[in-house]
């Protein structure tokens, strides 16, 4: 029986990517409870995270120096930088969402939202807050004022909801393969629906709101043509992987798209004829995964390891001791900083 699971053991590993043994963190941020997110400000002299138990901290990213801690009655959903890192933008499973001034921790705006946020996503100039819980209640909320600007409510569930370019229209859709669409300044309503029929997991417009990817249960990724009402009613390319699709984006010149899902890969396509350019080997489910600022080398996340993909098939691997929740590059992709339900945010020499 020993002889068995030894010899099960070795073909696993040798079945596995090989990898650099993962290195020592930089810097530890030890929290009491598991982490939902992390980020750096915008000059990456602080770190914010948030966990399930309600708190946001905010550390000194140099030498991990607790800077101020504030508190929820209920786990928070997001925890988000504002205004260069001058405040803080968090939500809870309550559907309270705060406005914050980071030095002090104050509250500057808050507000109610019914039900559990699944959006919670400033417009770009970062005057207006876009939310959309998960029952299907949506709200413009003025950073500012406080105001409520629009409200929108889909008639079931969604899984997420976004600015269309021009910022002038809302989008939120569902798994049912429903998109809502909401003109913010005459409030006219409309929906389409995707022509293919499988459980949505996602979508990702392009730049100019021309294009659309789309991932499904079934492990499909398709790209359709758009004019922001309606889609093709055929897609444009198709890939597909062997599990659920956890995620698709886009590359910055719209020529390639990452994917990554329940099969245990992460891959790159080619948006014209969605011809395989590279997969990525995991020893588990993929949860994330992402460009560097040059789109020259890949984060991906598995279990308790953040993968750090260079040109070639053998990764570097960061370990936690628990899921690794997510992961970021800093600016200049010197470093990464990544989250767990092992409690910590750590921080990686790249």
Same mark, same amino acid.
């Given at each position: ?19 650099a043994q993962?290195p020592?963190?930089?810097?530890v941020l030890?929290?009491e409870s598991?982490?939902v997110?992390?980020?750096?400000n915008?000059?990456e002299t602080r770190?914010?995270?948030?966990t399930?138990? #309600?708190?946001?901290r905010?550390w000194n990213?140099a030498?991990g120096a607790?800077?101020l801690t504030?508190?929820?009655d209920a786990?928070?959903t997001h925890?988000i930088w504002?205004d ?16 914050r001034?980071?030095?002090e921790?104050g509250?500057l705006?808050?507000?109610q939202?019914?039900g559990?946020?699944?959006?919670v996503l400033?417009?770009?100039?970062e005057?207006?807050?876009?939310v959309f819980a998960?029952?299907g209640?949506g709200a413009?909320?003025d950073l ?5 600007i629009?409200?929108?409510e889909?008639?079931?569930a969604?899984?997420?909801?976004g600015w ?5 229209e ?14 913010i300044?005459? #409030?006219?309503a409309s929906?389409f629906?995707?022509?293919y029929r499988a459980?949505?997991?996602?979508l990702a ?12 249960g079934?492990?499909v ?5 758009t ?25 910055g010149d719209?020529?390639r798209v ?6 245990d890969t ?7 004829g969605?011809r395989?350019?590279?997969?990525l080997q ?5 949860i ?12 991906s996340w598995?279990?308790?390891?953040v993968y750090l993909?260079?040109e ?5 691997r960061f370990?936690h001791?628990?899921?690794v929740?997510?992961a ?8 990464i900083l990544?989250?767990?339900?092992d #409690?910590t ?6």
């Open positions: 029986m020993l002889r068995a699971l030894l010899t099960v053991a070795l073909l696993y590993t040798l079945a596995c990517p090989v990898s993962s020592e963190a930089e810097l030890q929290h598991g982490l997110a992390a980020a750096w915008a000059d770190i914010l995270s948030a399930e138990r #309600g708190t946001a905010v990213a030498d607790l800077q504030v508190e929820s786990p928070l925890a504002l260069g890192g001058a405040s803080i933008l968090t939500a809870d499973e309550s559907g309270i969402v705060t406005l001034d980071a030095e921790g509250a705006q808050s507000w939202v019914a559990l946020p699944m959006t400033p417009n770009a100039a005057t207006r807050l876009l998960r029952g209640a413009i909320l500012e004022s406080g105001a409520q629009a409200s929108f889909a008639p079931e969604i899984l997420e909801a269309s370019a021009g910022e002038r809302v989008r939120a859709w569902s798994e049912t393969g429903q998109v809502y669409v909401w003109d300044e005459t #409030g006219a929906s629906s995707l022509p459980l949505l997991r996602g417009w392009n730049a100019a709101d021309s294009r659309v990817l789309a991932w499904f079934n492990g990724v398709h790209i359709y043509e004019d922001g009402a309606s889609v093709g009613s055929r897609a444009l390319s198709s890939a597909r992987h062997r599990s659920f699709a956890q995620r698709a984006l886009w590359s719209e020529a990452l994917s990554w899902a329940a099969d992460a891959r790159v396509w080619e948006v014209d969605m395989s350019l590279r997969v995991h020893e588990d489910w993929v994330g995964a992402r460009w560097d600022p040059a789109e020259a080398r890949l984060l598995s279990h308790v390891y993909w260079d070639g098939d053998q990764p570097r370990r001791r628990n899921l929740r997510g970021v590059w800093n600016a200049a992709a010197t470093r990544s989250w767990s339900w #409690g945010a750590r921080v990686w020499r790249a």
